[in-house]
């Protein structure tokens, strides 16, 4: 049973069943996926795109259209344990696998989303600095500013931030659109670029490069949880339907990704390529080229605002991703601006050092390197994503078929077996370019080892407990006793005459009966009373209790037992102590609609009083 829901603020926040039409229904469905496809087209993209496109024409389309399908398909796996499990695939690992190996996949996890947000990092500070000749480092400090878009787009609600989302991917697409217009590539080129060849080794690189800027794993994770944002029914026709639009939704917006990749590439190909510019593996080297090779000064300029595009909408992927991994995994929660910044400060430490200590002309290979990294993570987000969606104890009917099953195992077998060959190759480079033993032997091959492990384990642990439990079911038939209904003999309710005292009140009293004492708890947060506590006798206090002797005298009227307790001072604390003083069954609160800088003035009860008292806390909204 998990805690709390995957992205609270939003949960459900959407609701289609007023949508009658079958385009109304789709058109209300249509959002997680373009949020999710920002992540395919972010800057670490356009850095493989251009590196492969430069050194090997057309000849890697082929591995984007893989990548595509790839993609395709594991999202749709992802939006279907979303959906149907109502987890997100963190929460999914945590209540799944052992809880050292879940803190081991959740560093894995981060370190995904902080590759990811070095190639958000890095390709919005090349843009201000191709755009508006602001330095990188100047570039790379700004970028932690746009913390605060986050947290005002969640404000505002997803359909907002989905807009906001669908805007600057229409940028991106069309600045590229207008360049493959100048550009004129060859047709007949293009499509022998989907036949499957890997000239090299380098080739290979970039191609793993390639799949790990595709097919991103903090998008499984955020895919699961974004789904969860639809209000539909609880029905199976409902859920069968919502899988069907959310599919809909994946096709067409990974497949505008999949065109935007394949324009950077074509692009690269058709220009650097075609020139011999074959060491054109950066972007900076794309912008400066781009105006001779096409003749018009439009060219770079589209270049750099399609790319600053990029950056920014990426911003939001990793910062839901991030949020998702650690409440998912840890099961905490902070505020989002504080966990945008621990992640962006994760992502410029490096940036700063690379363009510090190596120089401006690296900032590009650390850019592919980022891609590499988020490849060789990702048989820790597919693998346990394959094993939950196939358990038809957790999905029921919405289990996946074989054909299905067959596709996923192959996509882990490709994606895994490239990610090995890699590993091999860059070991034996290392040896024969004489690094130091102990680095190889003594450091890098052991954690090389213990990762393979840890895939092996998540591999593999689910199928060995399926079996057990099978056999353990040949054995053992399961007996249940009927649940008694629940009933608690103290129950408080945290009163602050917002308007929610009808709704608080009657769900206080079908948690009891009418033996039940129902505590009415109010905290005076007057100026005198923070000050004097008790001792105030202000007429805001004096009026607070006059209201509560009201909802006190309507309960005894219908046959309930209360008493009022009126605290002073922070109300997570007042409430706590009181609660723990009189030693409550159950707290019954309403939420706060806290929005925006009030969380930080106000505070959030909420949060808090779950950690301070010694009782479950309801909460009614």
Not at 392 to 403: E, Y
């Amino acid at each position: 049973m998990k805690d709390s829901n995957s992205l609270n603020e939003v949960h459900k926040s959407v609701d289609v069943t007023k949508k009658k039409t079958f385009f109304g229904k789709l058109l209300a469905f249509m959002g997680p996926a373009y949020i999710v496809s920002v992540g395919y087209m972010d800057p670490g993209n356009w850095a493989t795109d251009i590196a492969g496109g430069a050194q090997f024409g057309y000849t890697l389309i082929w591995v984007l259209l893989m990548s595509n399908l790839m993609a395709l398909l594991l999202q749709s796996l992802s939006a279907r344990l979303g959906l149907v499990a109502g987890l997100d695939l963190a929460q999914a690992n945590r209540l799944t696998y052992h809880p050292v190996v879940n803190f081991f996949l959740y560093i894995l996890a981060e370190l995904a989303i902080i590759a990811t947000d070095l190639a958000e990092v890095l390709g919005m500070a090349i843009g201000l600095n191709l755009l508006f000749n602001i330095d990188l480092l100047w570039g790379v400090s700004i970028t932690a500013l746009d913390t605060f878009l986050i947290f005002f787009l969640i404000g505002k609600g997803m359909r907002k931030m989905e807009a906001f989302i669908i805007g600057l991917i229409f940028i991106i697409g069309a600045s590229f659109f207008v360049e493959m217009f100048l550009a004129k590539p060859d047709l007949g080129e293009i499509m022998g670029g989907f036949i499957p060849h890997l000239p090299n080794e380098t080739a290979l690189y970039i191609a793993i490069g390639i799949i790990g800027a595709t097919v991103m794993p903090h998008n499984l994770y955020l895919h699961s949880a974004l789904v969860q944002t639809r209000k539909f029914g609880n029905d199976k026709a409902s859920l069968k339907q919502a899988i069907r639009f959310n599919f809909f939704d994946s096709v067409i917006a990974l497949n505008l990704a999949f065109l935007v990749n394949a324009a950077i590439l074509i692009l690269a190909a058709a220009t650097f390529y075609k020139s011999g510019n074959f060491q054109i593996a950066e972007i900076e080297d794309a912008y400066r080229f781009l105006e001779p090779l096409l003749g018009t000064k439009l060219a770079p300029i589209l270049f750099a605002v399609a790319l600053i595009a990029a950056g920014q909408s990426s911003t939001l992927t990793g910062t839901l991703a991030g949020q998702i991994v650690m409440e998912g995994y840890l099961n905490i929660r902070i505020s989002p601006w504080v966990r945008r910044f621990i992640t962006r400060l994760l992502a410029i430490i490096p940036a700063i050092l690379v363009i510090v200590l190596m120089g401006k002309e690296h900032v590009g290979e650390l850019l592919i390197f980022s891609q590499v990294v988020l490849s060789l993570q990702l048989g820790f987000a597919i693998i346990p994503l394959i094993h939950f969606v196939s358990n038809k104890k957790q999905m029921g009917s919405f289990a996946i078929k074989l054909p299905t099953k067959i596709l996923s195992w192959l996509v882990v077998i490709i994606i895994v077996g490239l990610n090995i060959k890699l590993v091999i190759n860059e070991f034996a480079t290392w040896i024969q370019a004489d690094m130091n033993p102990f680095i190889i032997y003594g450091l890098i091959f052991p954690i090389v080892i213990l990762v393979f492990v840890l895939l092996l384990y998540t591999t593999f642990i689910p199928v060995i407990r399926k079996v057990a439990s099978k056999s353990l079911e040949l054995h053992n038939e399961l007996s249940l006793e009927p649940l008694a209904a629940v009933s608690y003999d103290k129950v408080g309710l945290a009163i602050d005459f917002s308007g929610m005292e009808s709704q608080i009140i009657q769900a206080a009293l079908s948690f009891g009966n009418k033996n039940t004492v129902y505590y009415l708890v109010h905290v005076v947060e007057s100026a005198a009373a923070r000050l004097w506590d008790d001792g105030s006798e202000d007429a805001e206090t004096k009026q607070d209790i006059a209201m509560l002797e009201q909802v006190k005298e309507y309960l005894e009227q219908k046959g309930y037992k209360s008493c009022i307790n009126i605290a002073y001072g922070k109300p997570a604390h007042a409430i706590a102590k009181v609660a723990n003083d009189e030693t409550f069954d159950l707290v019954i609160v309403g939420s706060h609609g806290h929005k925006w800088f009030k969380d930080i003035l106000f505070g959030e009860t909420i949060n808090k009083l779950r950690h301070f008292v010694d009782c479950p806390v309801f909460i009614v909204k």
